[in-house]
């Protein structure tokens, strides 16, 4: 990689890495229909939107903003500016949780490609984006910052998988909000370093059934929080188990 490439990768890993109160330019457009349609199953695992606790107030980013996924689980202040033909007046703005990815399109002379690199876009649900401006609007222009995620309850875990490899979700995240590191212990084991698969999905290959399981999750601003046995002795793939305790 470039000695370039490496400073703008690390420019951008630090624009959207931190609670901000600093205001950015970018666009949004919307996805889905009005009962959020097509925005469940995102590039960030989190599944179902509403059994998850995020509902429609929710958006996917464009390559600038996701940082790979890194991005995933963290909250943005947005509100439409500098638009008077289709702007809300008065609607103030709008908290939204990023849950998926507004992937590029390189088709030649494509003049909506708003989710190529290097701008930055979120693309809402219909029902966010109808708080700031007319559906007809279509694109509208936006301020943004990063802010604090505010969660009810404890930091939530799905354990996915089989008994040689452990996969586990990690949602409803406060503080930050995006998930940087994770590390899971059994009540067998010393702490093991996880490592992230896709989205806000971590794994490790080491045999942890019949354990009780704790963890600690660091967000991106470095805050961290030890839980422990979150999941007890006799846990089980494709459940939930709450952490009690948030960032």
């Given at each position: ?14 624009v ?96 909506d ?17 109808t ?38 979700l990690?949602?409803n ?7 940087n ?66 960032i």
């Amino acid at each position: 990689m470039a000695v370039y490439e490496v400073f703008l990768a690390l420019a951008m890993a630090t624009v959207v890495s931190a609670i901000d109160s600093d205001w950015y330019d970018a666009h949004a457009t919307c996805y889905g229909d009005m009962g959020g349609g097509e925005t469940m199953q995102g590039a960030c695992g989190y599944g179902d939107l509403f059994k998850q606790g995020y509902g429609l107030k929710t958006a996917a980013l464009s390559t600038a903003l996701f940082n790979d996924g890194l991005t995933c689980g963290a909250c943005f202040e947005i509100y439409c500016h500098n638009d008077p033909q289709w702007c809300i007046p008065n609607a103030g703005s709008i908290k939204i949780t990023a849950t998926n990815f507004c992937p590029p399109n390189y088709t030649p002379n494509k003049p909506d490609a708003w989710c190529n690199p290097p701008q930055k876009h979120f693309d809402l649900s219909v029902k966010m984006f109808t708080k700031l401006a007319e559906y007809r609007a279509g694109i509208i222009p936006v301020r943004y910052r990063r802010i604090s995620c505010s969660k009810h309850g404890g930091i939530k875990f799905e354990i996915n998988g089989n008994p040689y490899f452990t996969l586990v979700l990690i949602y409803n995240v406060g503080g930050a909000g995006d998930v940087n590191a994770v590390k899971i212990k059994g009540s067998n084991t010393q702490w093991i370093a996880m490592s992230r698969n896709w989205g806000q999905n971590w794994q490790t290959g080491t045999v942890l059934t019949g354990q009780s399981l704790s963890f600690q999750v660091t967000v991106s601003d470095g805050k961290k929080v030890k839980l422990n046995n979150v999941a007890p002795a006799g846990w089980q793939f494709r459940h939930t188990y709450n952490g009690r305790n948030n960032i």
